[in-house]
């Protein structure tokens, strides 16, 4: 087979995809994208959260259909139109999240993916042949639950490879490993390589890219941006091409830091969930007036910082969170709201704002104490009143206040939604991630919109995996990495490298800061 | 291997709005035409059969108010439940918290039988409606503080009830002079909802001469238009919808789930100890071991047929008690099996569903099989 392979690989990729594009109703997520792998190749898909990387992905593995281009496969046009489809053709894909049953078996768990009968014992035996010959050690016959996250995996890839792949799809897979798991996994998918399986790895991992991948594709907002040889390119160089711009210089302007408005006290949190991020004793300070930014790799401790915050999740010490000298660790995110906090949440169809109601009541969702609701009843002339008012003055384009939220842009509803928050006279505003997959125009709409607030004595505290969008809009910036906080830079006395290093988790702990302030 | 299909079903991106509200009517008409087959298959003419079934029940004022006294009960319980079914909290046991209600009410009733007053009526009516609510709290309880599944739990409850209601008409209840059947005394004229035909000031006297339909109906005159306020027009209405429709932005904008959870199910429970309380301090007169026809369970599919507006509940009720009064036609008229009535509900509901997928996702041919690759190794 290897030889035939590597004839194969000099003329015709296995898979090749031509001018793909994908409109989802709220944002394009792949506009005219082309992508070629040839076998025995370890391929880099290269980008930020939400370039693109994770449609593409779902496309060739059947799960998405794309509205326009081309998919080859050896050089043949083919449709690939479900998962069942391209494991058919022989495409296999490892996901960030594995869906295994925890009380049965790593054999029994094995044996639902594949088809036909299955005999427990002879695939017992397939599995430890496989799992030895490609460095994955893992017993056939303990139950899931007794594993641990990197051994899950291996589970996830062995299944893969019992089905001999032409074509493994990693989508993120370090992101729940150790460093010596990773290791591990990069030799094993050497040897794959080796033996003729095209790899498709998406990370937005630099290091890794450039130890591992032959070849790397950048995407950016849905676009093809480039390939390169990963090896041969500088961090810094893969990062601009990444992110799309040199990073900005900062933007100074006057900045009347006044007292502390938000305030959380070694605030530690569980997990959300077998792959959340738990907090560890997480300390910051918000200052009315100033826009602190939190940067760092989705998936460490974001989600569980902010439900914290808002209120979607309660702590158990009242104490560990304060708003404007007031605990509010075990009060509600309706009663949060009531103290002057406002919040744009990541996820804008569903949880920002309901898809299929109107703009105006969407208004409502949050906007409820601006005089909408009276002994009980809604003043539907108020909360249209509210909707048409942030519609005009945050530049909305839509089809007026009745128009449905998911009819809208990914950018006009971010618009729309900073809009309804910030007409809340806020003290305290927690934006996450807010230009993602914002056009451009719409994109300088809403960090003017941060910075202005800013200047009217708001405090600010911008989540962001844009590193670029933090450096330009805030004054402070720190980074969360394992579930642990940074110390706190001034934009202006830092710099990539730094704020890169401490994504990786290096830096020192909050409370040795919290002794240094002391000392 | 999964099945292969030769089709399949896509999601729509945007379900048409106007197909929203023609696919109950549709369901309707499809129901309608396979009954037909039915009946000729059965050996009746179907247009026959067809006039005793939808047209000879309503043909007199006798018939409507049959009608109403089937239609009021369905209506009420579905309102109820469609409050919660808007934010996905599935209330399955309202056939339960109706006994409770029919209990309740039951008790007041006989308790002061000899000694009751014009009080006694008004006070069996909020009985029944804090029973209902009582037997709903048990689901909302185990939901909201320790997160049971609230369909489970409010269907097993139901023959919870059953068996009370059995237990009470069969032992302490039981009247002394019914040779060991299982009921209670008839209920005195205090505790019994008075004949619109009664009401003779109403000049109704002459028209509802020797109809059934009582002032029970009054109840739920009065809560469809509180349920359309409720639903349609109340701040916590919207949260209901909200949680409903997107559970993430409820939580966001702080909308409690607990509270909306309590909401949802003491609503309903009280709405069905109503329906309870009209049905035994109205045809009825008395608590027996089987005296409803399943409105808990028929009030389900109102709620969906009515797509839980409460004008289309309305209809859907006076459709159902249609229903139930035609399979009672057909059975003397016809000497059709008593079946053909669940027969009829089963079909609305099934071709309803049915036509919801259709709403929702738009059919497919799968395309011809995939191009042929050439194996790897055999280049």
Same mark, same amino acid.
């Given at each position: 087979?290897?030889?035939?392979?590597?004839?194969?690989?000099?003329?015709?990729?296995?898979?090749?995809?031509?001018?793909?594009?994908?409109?989802?109703?709220?944002?394009?997520?792949?506009?005219?994208?082309?992508?070629?792998?040839?076998?025995?190749?370890?391929?880099?898909?290269?980008?930020?959260?939400?370039?693109?990387?994770?449609?593409?992905?779902?496309?060739?593995?059947?799960?998405?259909?794309?509205?326009?281009?081309?998919?080859?496969?050896? *050089?043949?046009? +083919?449709?690939?139109?479900?998962?069942?489809?391209?494991?058919?053709?022989?495409?296999?894909?490892?996901?960030?999240?594995?869906?295994?049953?925890?009380?049965?078996?790593?054999?029994?768990?094995?044996?639902?993916?594949?088809?036909?009968?299955?005999?427990?014992?002879?695939?017992?035996?397939?599995?430890?042949?496989?799992?030895?010959?490609?460095?994955?050690?893992?017993?056939?016959?303990?139950? +899931?639950?007794?594993?641990?996250?990197?051994?899950?995996?291996? +589970?996830?890839?062995?299944?893969?490879?019992?089905?001999?792949?032409?074509?493994?799809?990693?989508?993120?897979?370090?992101?729940?490993?150790?460093?010596?798991?990773?290791?591990?996994?990069?030799?094993?998918?050497?040897?794959?390589?080796?033996?003729?399986?095209?790899?498709?790895?998406?990370?937005?991992?630099?290091?890794?890219?450039?130890?591992?991948?032959?070849?790397?594709?950048?995407?950016?907002?849905?676009?093809?941006?480039?390939?390169?040889?990963?090896?041969?390119?500088?961090?810094?160089?893969?990062?601009?091409?990444?992110?799309?711009?040199?990073?900005?210089?900062?933007?100074?302007?006057?900045?009347?830091?006044?007292?502390?408005?938000?305030?959380?006290?070694?605030?530690?949190?569980?997990?959300?969930?077998?792959?959340?991020?738990?907090?560890?004793?997480?300390?910051?300070?918000?200052?009315?007036?100033?826009?602190?930014?939190?940067?760092?790799?989705?998936?460490? *401790?974001?989600?569980?910082?902010?439900?914290?915050?808002?209120?979607?999740?309660?702590?158990?010490?009242?104490?560990?969170?304060?708003?404007?000298?007031?605990?509010?660790?075990?009060?509600?995110?309706?009663?949060?709201?009531?103290?002057?906090?406002?919040?744009?949440?990541?996820?804008?169809?569903?949880?920002?704002?309901?898809?299929?109601?109107?703009?105006?009541?969407?208004?409502?969702?949050?906007?409820?104490?601006?005089?909408?609701?009276?002994?009980?009843?809604?003043?539907?002339?108020?909360?249209?009143?509210?909707?048409?008012?942030?519609?005009?003055?945050?530049?909305?384009?839509?089809? *007026?206040?009745?128009?449905?939220?998911?009819?809208?842009?990914?950018?006009?509803?971010?618009?729309?939604?900073?809009?309804?928050?910030?007409?809340?006279?806020?003290?305290?505003?927690?934006?996450?991630?807010?230009?993602?997959?914002?056009?451009?125009?719409?994109?300088?709409?809403?960090?003017?919109?941060?910075?202005?607030?800013?200047?009217?004595?708001?405090?600010?505290?911008?989540?962001?995996?844009?590193?670029?969008?933090?450096?330009? +809009?805030?004054?402070?910036?720190?980074?969360?990495?394992?579930?642990?906080?940074?110390?706190?830079?001034?934009?202006?006395?830092?710099?990539?490298?730094?704020?890169?290093?401490?994504?990786?988790?290096?830096?020192?702990?909050?409370?040795?800061?919290?002794?240094?302030?002391?000392? | 291997?999964?099945?292969?299909?030769?089709?399949?079903?896509?999601?729509?991106?945007?379900?048409?709005?106007?197909?929203?509200?023609?696919?109950?009517?549709?369901?309707?008409?499809?129901?309608?035409?396979?009954?037909?087959?039915? $009946?000729?298959?059965?050996?009746?003419?179907?247009?026959?059969?067809?006039?005793?079934? $939808?047209?000879?029940?309503?043909?007199?004022?006798?018939?409507?108010?049959?009608?109403?006294?089937?239609?009021?009960?369905?209506?009420?319980?579905?309102?109820?439940?469609?409050?919660?079914?808007?934010?996905?909290?599935?209330?399955?046991?309202?056939?339960?918290?109706?006994?409770?209600?029919?209990?309740?009410?039951?008790?007041?009733?006989? =308790? $002061? =039988?000899?000694?009751?007053?014009?009080?006694?009526?008004?006070?069996?009516?909020?009985?029944?409606?804090?029973?209902?609510?009582?037997?709903?709290?048990?689901?909302?309880?185990?939901?909201? =503080?320790?997160?049971?599944?609230?369909?489970?739990?409010?269907?097993?409850?139901?023959?919870?009830?059953?068996?009370?209601?059995?237990?009470?008409?069969?032992?302490?209840?039981?009247?002394?002079?019914?040779?060991?059947?299982?009921?209670?005394?008839?209920?005195?004229?205090?505790?019994? $909802?008075? !004949?619109?035909?009664?009401?003779?000031?109403?000049?109704?006297?002459?028209?509802?001469?020797?109809?059934?339909?009582?002032?029970?109906?009054?109840?739920?005159?009065?809560?469809?238009?509180?349920?359309?306020?409720?639903?349609?027009?109340?701040?916590?209405?919207?949260?209901?919808?909200?949680?409903?429709?997107?559970?993430?932005?409820?939580?966001?904008?702080?909308?409690?789930?607990?509270?909306?959870?309590?909401?949802?199910?003491?609503?309903?429970?009280?709405?069905?100890?109503?329906?309870?309380?009209?049905?035994?301090?109205? @045809?009825?007169?008395?608590?027996?071991?089987?005296?409803? @026809?399943?409105?808990?369970?028929?009030?389900?599919?109102?709620?969906?047929?009515?797509?839980? =507006?409460?004008?289309?509940?309305?209809?859907?009720?006076?459709?159902?008690?249609?229903?139930?009064?035609?399979?009672?036609?057909?059975?003397?008229?016809?000497?059709?099996?008593?079946?053909?009535?669940?027969?009829?509900?089963?079909?609305? !509901?099934?071709?309803?569903?049915?036509?919801?997928?259709?709403?929702?996702?738009?059919?497919?041919?799968?395309?011809?099989?995939?191009?042929?690759?050439?194996?790897?190794?055999?280049?």
């Amino acid at each position: 087979m290897n030889s035939a392979t590597h004839k194969r690989t000099d003329s015709v990729p296995l898979i090749a995809l031509h001018n793909i594009r994908k409109q989802y109703p709220a944002v394009l997520a792949v506009d005219d994208v082309s992508l070629s792998v040839k076998a025995g190749e370890i391929h880099a898909v290269l980008g930020e959260n939400g370039a693109g990387k994770s449609t593409l992905m779902k496309i060739i593995y059947g799960a998405v259909r794309p509205d326009a281009g081309r998919v080859e496969w050896n *050089g043949q046009l +083919v449709n690939i139109a479900s998962p069942g489809e391209a494991r058919e053709l022989g495409i296999a894909m490892v996901f960030q999240h594995f869906a295994l049953f925890d009380s049965i078996t790593v054999a029994e768990n094995i044996s639902l993916a594949l088809p036909g009968k299955f005999d427990l014992k002879a695939l017992a035996a397939r599995i430890t042949e496989v799992s030895q010959r490609y460095g994955l050690p893992l017993n056939p016959l303990r139950p +899931v639950h007794e594993l641990s996250v990197g051994e899950r995996q291996r +589970v996830e890839i062995v299944r893969c490879l019992l089905q001999s792949p032409k074509l493994l799809i990693m989508d993120e897979p370090t992101s729940v490993l150790t460093p010596q798991a990773v290791d591990q996994l990069f030799e094993t998918l050497r040897i794959l390589a080796a033996e003729g399986t095209a790899i498709v790895y998406i990370s937005h991992k630099l290091d890794e890219i450039r130890r591992l991948c032959h070849r790397a594709t950048i995407l950016r907002g849905g676009r093809y941006i480039g390939e390169v040889d990963p090896a041969a390119e500088t961090e810094r160089r893969l990062a601009e091409l990444m992110i799309g711009r040199d990073f900005p210089e900062t933007q100074h302007h006057a900045v009347v830091a006044g007292g502390i408005t938000l305030e959380t006290m070694a605030l530690s949190v569980p997990g959300d969930g077998p792959f959340g991020t738990a907090l560890n004793r997480v300390t910051l300070r918000l200052h009315s007036g100033q826009i602190l930014g939190i940067a760092g790799i989705s998936g460490n *401790g974001q989600a569980e910082l902010l439900a914290a915050l808002t209120g979607e999740f309660l702590v158990d010490d009242a104490q560990s969170i304060w708003l404007n000298g007031i605990p509010i660790g075990r009060m509600g995110a309706s009663a949060r709201r009531r103290l002057g906090m406002v919040y744009v949440p990541e996820e804008r169809l569903g949880r920002g704002a309901v898809p299929p109601m109107t703009l105006t009541q969407n208004a409502l969702l949050t906007g409820y104490r601006q005089g909408m609701v009276q002994r009980g009843l809604v003043n539907a002339v108020a909360v249209a009143a509210y909707a048409a008012d942030c519609i005009r003055e945050y530049d909305v384009r839509c089809g *007026g206040t009745e128009s449905p939220a998911q009819s809208l842009s990914g950018g006009n509803l971010q618009k729309y939604i900073v809009g309804r928050e910030l007409r809340q006279s806020p003290k305290v505003m927690i934006v996450a991630q807010p230009t993602w997959g914002v056009d451009v125009a719409a994109s300088a709409l809403i960090r003017q919109q941060i910075i202005d607030q800013a200047a009217a004595g708001v405090a600010v505290l911008v989540v962001s995996e844009d590193l670029g969008e933090i450096l330009e +809009v805030c004054n402070q910036v720190a980074v969360i990495a394992g579930g642990r906080l940074s110390p706190v830079r001034d934009v202006s006395a830092t710099n990539a490298q730094e704020i890169g290093g401490w994504m990786a988790g290096r830096f020192p702990t909050g409370d040795a800061v919290l002794m240094a302030h002391a000392a | 291997m999964s099945l292969q299909l030769p089709f399949r079903l896509i999601p729509r991106a945007q379900p048409s709005q106007r197909m929203l509200v023609v696919a109950p009517l549709l369901a309707v008409v499809l129901t309608l035409l396979v009954g037909l087959g039915i $009946f000729a298959a059965l050996g009746q003419n179907p247009l026959t059969a067809f006039r005793v079934f $939808f047209i000879d029940p309503v043909s007199d004022i006798q018939g409507w108010s049959e009608l109403l006294l089937k239609a009021s009960p369905l209506c009420l319980i579905a309102l109820g439940l469609a409050i919660g079914f808007r934010a996905n909290i599935w209330n399955i046991g309202a056939e339960g918290q109706m006994y409770l209600g029919g209990i309740f009410a039951t008790g007041l009733a006989i =308790h $002061f =039988h000899e000694t009751g007053g014009a009080w006694l009526l008004p006070a069996m009516i909020i009985a029944a409606a804090v029973g209902g609510a009582l037997w709903a709290a048990i689901t909302a309880a185990l939901r909201a =503080h320790l997160r049971t599944n609230e369909i489970l739990v409010s269907l097993m409850l139901t023959y919870v009830a059953d068996l009370l209601v059995k237990y009470l008409v069969y032992g302490p209840w039981q009247d002394p002079q019914s040779n060991n059947f299982p009921f209670t005394i008839q209920f005195g004229d205090d505790a019994l $909802f008075p !004949l619109l035909a009664s009401w003779s000031w109403l000049g109704f006297d002459t028209l509802l001469e020797g109809t059934r339909v009582n002032l029970s109906i009054l109840m739920t005159l009065v809560a469809v238009p509180l349920a359309w306020l409720f639903m349609d027009r109340s701040f916590i209405g919207f949260q209901l919808s909200v949680a409903g429709l997107a559970p993430p932005a409820a939580r966001y904008a702080g909308f409690s789930e607990k509270r909306l959870v309590w909401v949802a199910l003491l609503l309903s429970g009280a709405a069905a100890g109503l329906a309870g309380v009209s049905e035994v301090a109205g @045809p009825i007169g008395q608590l027996n071991d089987r005296w409803t @026809p399943g409105y808990g369970f028929t009030a389900i599919i109102v709620a969906s047929l009515g797509r839980l =507006h409460v004008v289309g509940i309305v209809f859907a009720a006076l459709l159902m008690a249609l229903l139930y009064l035609g399979g009672e036609a057909a059975q003397i008229a016809l000497q059709l099996p008593k079946a053909i009535s669940q027969v009829f509900q089963g079909l609305l !509901l099934m071709f309803l569903l049915g036509c919801d997928v259709l709403v929702n996702y738009r059919v497919e041919r799968r395309r011809a099989a995939l191009p042929v690759v050439q194996p790897v190794a055999a280049a």
